[in-house]
């Protein structure tokens, strides 16, 4: 029930008669703020709005608020658009009241203007009195006021709303007023509602921009993440009437205002959550749901008056692929490496590089074969970086790290409820994430074969469920897959399916091992000495011959991956500008027959062929040392008992090498 007009004009007399009113009429926090505008010796018979403020402070107050200006425009221009028929005035003002903008036409803005409610004059409580701007400034919460609650008589004829703005620490930087006749606000009971959800949009914005400007710092993405914030409005009346929608709502919700205005919301929205919490005045945060076929996030704040009466409710929408886009950008993962990367002057490197290039454009299924080590990471970010994929996300799932139980969830995601534990409100899988970009699955073979049949459905029809969902999702990501194992080998065993093998062996790349394109290993070491020195901090030029022969000749079952651990831990020891034999380890973990005789389940691999390579590297690694043991088995990386046992194993003779 609205205040009775008379009480008030009669307690707003006495007050200015005396100082003093009966209890209960005006509200406490009002009447704290006519016995301030009393102190201030302020008329509250003036027939205009007096301020003391000089030019140069209004010129440093512009200043000091553009941002807050140029970000709030365009949302007071779309709030004006919503409100310019029902004749009421939009007012932008900073933290003290000074009034920034103005929005408004007909007779409702010539008396605002009248009375110099204009740009550069203020809504201070020193120059305007008791105003809804004020209250909402120093109470900081909205505040609604209405005729005769102003403290000068001149507003008597307005009824107002006003929200303050706050930045990412929660300290008032502004705030925003809508001010209409008595009469028109009477009509309009949800201008309160309206104004909030506006505050509550540029302080998003503003948030955004901020934190877009401190951690990427770059144009190109303040315009992506300002995009992520267009989002739906819905105001709706205490009937729960829509009164107004914004264009993005009608996007999201393939509506015109014509056709829904004065609609009840449950004849556009069925869903039972966002009603049920309608009925009962509760809110929602960021619950995900489907309206009309978009997946959204909705927030449902119900507003009340200052008497705890519900005036209406806001709907905030916003689209779960906008958030997406966001998540990518912000914590998905960076594919930094591209095909330069990619270092050898071997004839088999080069063919690899030659057939990620065509790999990269095209979008068919790539699968990447190599021992681990070899770089098979590097080649996927390498496609994904020359493809037309490149400026979506690259997501990467290791399936031998993950259990076999998690690994679907970490794919496909899944829906509320589906888990117990589960992070409220579902979770997006991998495959959704990787919208527009790629997904990565090393060690593919690890998954389990029901995950198996899963992967091979969304590769066939490209599309999948959510764990526990109902809809399907479409995919729209490159998928590239690694294995370090020989599939078929896998399938005859009942490990890997067939007709998932055929599915993702469209485009096959295989990275042979560093042992057998050894003129790599120069280009590596070339690479790997400055780039780990200035990460460490040391000044290594470069590495002796003899160790360059030692580290050419090993076998290197860890590919370059082993190869680059050797040359940080060899730069860690190092005293000297090159590196040397002694900065290397004379004794490690392979010593006991793995340096020169493991082998893995990459291609190519034959027994008899090692025990070749290791017999020639043994006769070699001699005749470099002239027979000297010792000197030898150091080069080797083994002790001289196992050099001893290796030689009689292939009937070397120690005299041959002997000077």
């Known amino acids: 029930m609205l205040p009775d007009r008379r009480k008030l004009r009669l307690a707003w007399e006495e007050f200015v008669n005396t100082g003093k009113v009966k209890g209960g009429i005006i509200r406490d926090d009002i009447l704290a703020s006519w016995r301030r505008c009393r102190s201030y010796g302020l008329d509250p018979f003036t027939d205009c709005i007096i301020t003391d403020i000089s030019e140069d402070a209004k010129e440093k107050a512009f200043a000091e608020n553009n941002n807050l200006i140029i970000t709030a425009r365009p949302f007071l221009r779309s709030l004006y658009n919503l409100i310019r028929s029902l004749e009421m005035v939009t007012f932008l003002t900073d933290r003290d009241g000074f009034i920034l903008e103005v929005l408004g036409e007909g007779p409702i803005l010539k008396y605002a203007q009248s009375k110099n409610a204009v740009v550069g004059s203020s809504f201070n409580e020193r120059y305007a009195g008791t105003t809804a701007v004020g209250m909402a400034i120093i109470m900081d919460r909205p505040y609604q006021m209405m005729a005769e609650e102003h403290y000068l008589e001149m507003i008597h004829v307005a009824t107002c709303a006003a929200a303050p703005i706050h930045d990412d620490s929660g300290n008032v930087i502004g705030c925003l007023d809508i001010t209409a006749r008595y009469e028109v606000g009477l009509k309009h009971p949800h201008t309160l509602g309206m104004i909030v959800a506006a505050a509550q949009v540029i302080e998003n914005q503003l948030k955004l921009k901020e934190e877009s400007e401190r951690f990427l710092q770059t144009s190109e993405y303040l315009k992506a993440a300002m995009e992520t914030m267009s989002s739906g409005l819905i105001i709706l009346n205490k009937d729960n009437l829509i009164t107004h929608i914004n264009p993005e709502a009608e996007r999201i919700l393939g509506l015109d205002l014509s056709t829904v205005s004065n609609n009840r919301i449950d004849e556009v929205i069925s869903n039972k959550t966002v009603l049920s919490s309608l009925a009962n005045n509760t809110e929602l945060h960021a619950y995900e749901t489907i309206l009309q076929q978009s997946r959204c996030l909705v927030d449902l704040k119900p507003i009340f008056d200052p008497r705890g009466e519900r005036m209406g409710s806001v709907l905030h929408l916003q689209e779960v692929k906008a958030v997406h886009k966001l998540v990518q950008r912000v914590v998905g993962m960076q594919s930094q490496y591209t095909f330069q990367d990619i270092l050898g002057k071997s004839k088999e490197i080069e063919d690899v590089i030659k057939l990620g290039k065509a790999a990269a454009e095209t979008l068919s299924n790539v699968l990447i074969v190599g021992e681990s080590g070899v770089g098979k990471e590097i080649l996927a970010q390498a496609i994904h970086n020359a493809s037309p994929c490149t400026k979506g996300p690259f997501f990467a ?108 062996n469209v485009l096959r790349i295989y990275i042979p091992p560093l042992r057998e394109r050894r ?141």
């Open 397 to 504: 799932i290791n399936c031998a790290a993950i259990p076999r139980d998690l690994i679907e969830s970490e794919l496909f995601g899944y829906e509320a409820g589906t888990f117990t534990g589960g992070v409220r409100g579902g979770k997006p899988g991998k495959l959704e994430l990787a919208e527009g970009g790629t997904l990565f699955l090393d060690e593919v073979e690890s998954m389990s074969l029901d995950v198996q049949a899963k992967l091979l459905r969304v590769l066939e029809e490209k599309k999948f469920l959510r764990l526990g969902g109902a809809k399907y999702l479409y995919l729209n990501a490159r998928i590239i897959a690694a294995t370090n194992k020989d599939l078929v080998k896998e399938i005859k065993k009942g490990n890997f399916r067939q007709d998932l093998y055929y599915r993702l």
């Open 519 to 659: 003129e790599d290993i120069e280009c590596l070491i070339q690479r790997f000495i400055p780039e780990i020195s200035k990460k460490l901090g040391k000044e290594i030029k470069g590495i002796t011959d003899e160790a360059y022969e030692y580290l050419k000749n090993r076998y290197w079952p860890g590919n370059v991956r082993e190869l680059k651990n050797w040359i940080e831990r060899a730069i860690n020891l190092s005293q000297g500008p090159l590196l040397k034999m002694t900065d290397f380890p004379v004794e490690d973990a392979l010593e006991s027959d793995l340096v020169l005789t493991t082998h893995t389940e990459g291609p190519k691999q034959d027994i008899s062929a090692l025990h070749q390579i290791e017999m020639e590297t043994i006769r070699r690694t001699l005749e470099l040392c002239k027979g000297n043991i010792s000197k030898a088995s150091r080069n080797l990386g083994i002790s001289r008992a196992t050099l001893y046992r290796k030689m009689e194993r292939y009937n070397i003779s120690l005299s041959t090498y002997v000077s």
